[in-house]
Protein backbone atom coordinates (compact mmCIF):
# COMPACT_ATOMS: atom_id res chain seq x y z
CA UNK A 1 0.00 0.00 0.00
CA UNK A 2 1.01 3.56 -0.75
CA UNK A 3 -0.10 6.63 0.97
CA UNK A 4 0.74 9.99 -0.15
CA UNK A 5 0.49 13.43 1.71
CA UNK A 6 0.78 16.61 -0.12
CA UNK A 7 1.43 19.93 1.24
CA UNK A 8 2.73 23.17 0.15
CA UNK A 9 -1.29 24.98 -1.18
CA UNK A 10 -2.12 27.70 0.05
CA UNK A 11 -3.69 31.42 -0.72
CA UNK A 12 -1.38 33.34 -3.60
CA UNK A 13 -2.07 36.51 -5.73
CA UNK A 14 -1.66 36.40 -9.60
CA UNK A 15 1.57 35.96 -11.27
CA UNK A 16 3.17 34.60 -7.87
CA UNK A 17 4.40 30.86 -7.12
CA UNK A 18 3.75 27.90 -5.42
CA UNK A 19 5.47 24.28 -4.60
CA UNK A 20 3.69 21.79 -3.70
CA UNK A 21 5.18 18.52 -2.30
CA UNK A 22 3.69 14.90 -2.04
CA UNK A 23 5.81 12.58 0.21
CA UNK A 24 4.99 9.12 -0.89
CA UNK A 25 5.80 5.96 1.39
CA UNK A 26 6.48 2.36 -0.49
CA UNK A 27 10.09 1.17 -0.46
CA UNK A 28 9.52 1.28 -4.39
CA UNK A 29 9.01 4.80 -5.01
CA UNK A 30 11.95 5.25 -7.86
CA UNK A 31 9.82 2.65 -9.76
CA UNK A 32 7.06 4.49 -9.98
CA UNK A 33 4.98 7.04 -12.25
CA UNK A 34 3.86 10.29 -10.38
CA UNK A 35 1.19 12.76 -11.17
CA UNK A 36 -0.62 15.81 -9.80
CA UNK A 37 -4.13 16.51 -10.98
CA UNK A 38 -6.23 18.99 -9.86
CA UNK A 39 -10.37 19.84 -9.48
CA UNK A 40 -11.59 22.97 -9.25
CA UNK A 41 -15.39 23.42 -8.08
CA UNK A 42 -17.88 22.15 -10.24
CA UNK A 43 -15.31 20.46 -12.41
CA UNK A 44 -13.83 17.84 -13.61
CA UNK A 45 -10.78 16.36 -12.41
CA UNK A 46 -8.47 17.35 -14.75
CA UNK A 47 -4.64 16.09 -15.55
CA UNK A 48 -1.77 18.77 -14.99
CA UNK A 49 1.63 16.91 -15.40
CA UNK A 50 3.30 13.30 -14.91
CA UNK A 51 6.87 12.42 -13.98
CA UNK A 52 7.94 8.73 -15.33
CA UNK A 53 10.62 6.27 -13.84
CA UNK A 54 13.10 7.56 -16.07
CA UNK A 55 12.32 11.47 -15.25
CA UNK A 56 10.29 12.13 -18.31
CA UNK A 57 7.80 14.87 -17.72
CA UNK A 58 4.19 15.37 -19.30
CA UNK A 59 2.54 18.51 -18.91
CA UNK A 60 -0.80 19.97 -20.14
CA UNK A 61 -0.97 22.47 -22.45
CA UNK A 62 -2.19 24.80 -20.63
CA UNK A 63 0.72 24.41 -17.84
CA UNK A 64 3.52 24.15 -20.14
CA UNK A 65 5.95 26.75 -19.31
CA UNK A 66 4.78 28.03 -16.03
CA UNK A 67 4.52 23.97 -13.69
CA UNK A 68 7.43 21.89 -13.36
CA UNK A 69 7.20 18.20 -12.03
CA UNK A 70 10.09 17.25 -10.27
CA UNK A 71 11.12 13.95 -8.10
CA UNK A 72 13.77 13.07 -5.54
CA UNK A 73 13.76 9.41 -4.78
CA UNK A 74 16.48 9.43 -1.94
CA UNK A 75 13.37 11.67 -0.57
CA UNK A 76 10.44 9.66 -1.84
CA UNK A 77 9.25 13.45 -2.56
CA UNK A 78 7.43 14.10 -5.81
CA UNK A 79 7.10 18.29 -6.21
CA UNK A 80 5.18 20.41 -8.41
CA UNK A 81 6.63 24.26 -9.42
CA UNK A 82 3.94 26.32 -9.91
CA UNK A 83 5.64 29.75 -11.27
CA UNK A 84 3.15 32.30 -12.98
CA UNK A 85 -0.26 31.42 -11.64
CA UNK A 86 -3.68 32.72 -12.72
CA UNK A 87 -7.04 32.67 -11.00
CA UNK A 88 -7.74 30.29 -13.29
CA UNK A 89 -5.33 27.95 -11.50
CA UNK A 90 -7.50 28.07 -8.34
CA UNK A 91 -8.24 24.31 -7.69
CA UNK A 92 -7.44 21.38 -5.21
CA UNK A 93 -4.36 19.55 -6.48
CA UNK A 94 -4.25 16.16 -5.63
CA UNK A 95 -0.67 13.65 -6.54
CA UNK A 96 -1.21 10.42 -7.72
CA UNK A 97 1.09 7.13 -8.24
CA UNK A 98 1.31 3.98 -10.38
CA UNK A 99 3.17 0.99 -10.29
CA UNK A 100 2.80 0.86 -13.72
CA UNK A 101 1.24 4.02 -15.48
CA UNK A 102 2.88 7.62 -15.84
CA UNK A 103 0.37 9.27 -18.69
CA UNK A 104 -2.97 11.36 -18.24
CA UNK A 105 -5.78 8.92 -17.75
CA UNK A 106 -6.37 9.47 -13.37
CA UNK A 107 -8.06 6.32 -13.87
CA UNK A 108 -5.03 4.40 -14.48
CA UNK A 109 -3.19 5.44 -11.15
CA UNK A 110 -3.95 3.39 -8.15
CA UNK A 111 -3.04 5.78 -4.83
CA UNK A 112 -3.97 9.17 -4.50
CA UNK A 113 -3.49 11.77 -2.05
CA UNK A 114 -6.00 14.12 -0.09
CA UNK A 115 -5.28 17.06 -2.28
CA UNK A 116 -4.01 20.50 -1.34
CA UNK A 117 -6.16 24.01 -1.73
CA UNK A 118 -4.13 26.34 -4.17
CA UNK A 119 -6.43 29.71 -4.58
CA UNK A 120 -5.21 32.01 -6.79
CA UNK A 121 -6.52 35.67 -6.34
CA UNK A 122 -6.88 38.55 -8.85
Known amino acids: QVQLVESGGGLVQAGGSLRLSCAAS????????LGWFRQAPGKEREFVAT???????YYADSMKGRFTISRDNAKNTVYLQMNSLKPEDTAVYYC????????????????WGQGTQVTVSS
Open 96 to 111: AASTYYSGTDDRKFDY
Open 51 to 57: IDWRTGT
Open 26 to 33: GRTFSSYG
